[in-house]
């Protein structure tokens, strides 16, 4: 199987360098998005979802597979996709890792647990996207990018 990127493209800032760095290495890119997000792309497939709370998340941990590699700020997303042995990047540029990720869902658990018992449901926003912000995802990613398809080429006996 010829490796292939997911986005959970629902509000996603780094759409734009994914696609850039995908075209670049010729890998076919898949954006994701509900009814809500309607997004257009001249390189990628654009899947819309109904927009049912994880209806995103569950088709595309459905159509993805092993050495892929998924774009998603949603831990538990990314969780399933490291089950299916896909790789999984955060839009911060962050890698999840099998050696990473119980933390990171334990962190989200127990935040959420805290924001209920003080009842503040709203907590003030992520704070705004710099130029850095998108530097660092575009060398983290391509960096991931490099890594996977060199596996890829090793396991198909290629390199």
């Known amino acids: ?4 990127i997911f986005v959970d493209a629902d509000a996603c800032p780094v759409v734009g360098i994914v696609e850039e760095i995908a075209e670049k290495y010729s890998i076919p890119t898949t954006l994701l998005c509900d009814t809500n997000h309607v997004l ?3 390189y990628s497939e654009v899947i819309v979802v109904g927009a049912g709370a994880d209806a ?6 459905s159509i993805c597979h092993k050495g892929d590699v998924v ?9 399933m996709a ?21 933390q ?9 647990k805290a924001r209920r018992s ?9 704070r705004k996207r710099t130029e850095e912000d998108d530097v660092r995802f575009a060398q ?3 960096k991931l990018i490099q890594m996977a398809k060199s596996k890829e080429g090793a396991q198909s006996g290629t390199i």
């Open 82 to 102: 490291l089950g299916k042995e896909a790789y999984a990047i955060h839009q911060s540029g962050k890698w999840y890792t099998n050696e990473n990720i119980d």
């Open 40 to 42: 257009y792309s001249d």
């Open 56 to 61: 995103v998340d569950y088709k595309l941990i």
């Open 140 to 142: 983290s990613f391509e």
């Open 118 to 126: 003080s009842h503040k449901n709203h907590m003030k926003g992520p």
């Open 1 to 4: 199987m010829k490796m292939q």
């Open 104 to 112: 990171m869902l334990m962190e989200r658990h127990l935040n959420k």
């Open 71 to 79: 774009v998603s700020q949603d831990y538990g997303v990314a969780a």
